[in-house]
């Protein structure tokens, strides 16, 4: 069974930059996404990329921002993010999709990790 484990969260002043990492325990060719999930608030889509890191998704509220990113060779996801604002503080996770349609709809995906913290202090 694949595990995901996620790191790089921390807290961070807004204007700052974090890198996230996710580490799969085993090569997966398959897409990958970002979700983040605030408190009271459901868990929502952040970022997704393919196999090969050819294409990427992103959610109008990082985009511009953010930069989803892969290297296969290290079975390893990050998501870039710069000019970070109090409203993007949430546990971030990623997670693993076999298909290529549903990118944004959580219950799409299959492997989740167990998530990272980001803090954004005004």
């Known amino acids: 069974q694949v595990q995901l484990v996620e790191s790089g969260g921390g807290l961070v002043a807004a204007g700052g930059s974090l890198t996230l990492s996710c580490a799969a325990s085993?090569?997966?060719?398959?897409?990958m996404a970002w979700f983040r999930q605030a408190p009271g608030k459901e868990r929502e889509f952040v970022a997704a990329?393919?196999?090969?890191?050819?294409?990427?998704w992103y959610a109008d509220s990082v985009k511009g921002r953010s930069t989803i990113s892969r290297d296969n060779a290290k079975n390893t996801v990050y998501l870039q993010m710069n000019s970070l604002r109090p409203e993007d503080t949430a546990v971030y996770y990623c997670a693993r999709i076999t298909r290529w349609y549903g990118l944004n709809e959580k219950n799409e995906y299959d492997l989740w990790g167990q998530g990272t913290q980001v803090t954004v202090s005004s």
């Open positions: 085993e090569r997966t060719g398959y897409y």
């Open positions: 990329i393919t196999g090969i890191g050819g294409r990427t």
